[in-house]
């Protein structure tokens, strides 16, 4: 299993501003991920990031926008750049270990913007 | 990954069995069906894998016919806390690269 933390649980931001999302498990990972989900909808994948490589981007989604760092096997950071208010969801991370494979999730970030 | 379908939407009541499929035509020889809850506000948490006939654990079963093109998770004697929205996914998760998740089907516990 693997428990992560997110920063910040929750914001309120200004249209046009950026934040930074992190995210810290509790042992090292390959890859990590990040969803964006929206009020009521599913969850959408936004980008896979691999340790010590470019994240790799679903479609929709490009780096200008979204930025992530990787710099180690624990920590990830997703970047909402120039926000408006179509950004306003929640942005979780999450990890896929253990022996069948499963995702563990952040609690996630759930941003407003006004 | 194989597309999977499932209902939109559950009712049922506290102390019944609940029995929700998934329907996964496409599902590839080295696939595996596995199932998330997700809570309000939390992220999704897995519940139960199976590739074929029956798996049970201490949440729930998932039922897998032979042709494996459909799936069904069981909830015995559901209380209100089982009130969440369940995902079924297809896919390879050992081998995958990313994980996709469909639309999930929102259950409803009345007392």
């Known amino acids: 299993s693997a428990v992560i933390s997110q920063k910040p649980s929750r914001d309120i931001c200004q249209r046009g501003t950026s934040l930074t999302i992190q995210c810290q498990v509790d042992?090292?990972?390959?890859?990590m991920f990040w969803y964006r989900q929206q009020p009521g909808q599913s969850l959408t994948l936004i980008a896979t990031a691999n340790q010590g490589s470019e994240a790799t981007y679903e479609s929709g989604f490009v780096i200008d926008k979204f930025p992530i760092s990787r710099p180690n096997l624990t920590f990830s950071t997703l970047t909402v750049s120039n926000m408006s208010p179509e950004d306003s969801s929640i942005y979780l991370c999450s990890v896929e270990t253990g022996a069948a494979g499963e995702l563990f999730f952040g609690e996630g970030s759930r941003l407003t913007v006004l | 990954l194989a597309k999977t379908t499932q209902p939109i939407s559950m009712d049922s009541y506290e102390g019944q069995e609940v029995n929700i499929t998934c329907s996964h035509n496409n599902i590839a020889t080295n696939d595996y069906i596995t199932w998330y809850q997700q809570f309000p506000s939390q992220g999704p948490r897995f519940i139960i894998q199976?590739?074929?006939t029956k798996v049970t654990n201490e949440v729930a079963s998932l039922f897998i016919p032979a042709d494996r093109k459909s799936s069904t998770l069981s909830l015995p004697r559901v209380s209100l806390s089982d009130t969440a929205v369940y995902y079924c996914l297809v896919g390879d998760m050992r081998r995958d690269d990313k994980i996709i998740f469909g639309k999930g089907t929102r259950l409803h516990i009345l007392p």
């Open positions: 042992s090292q990972v390959t890859m």
């Open positions: 199976g590739y074929k």
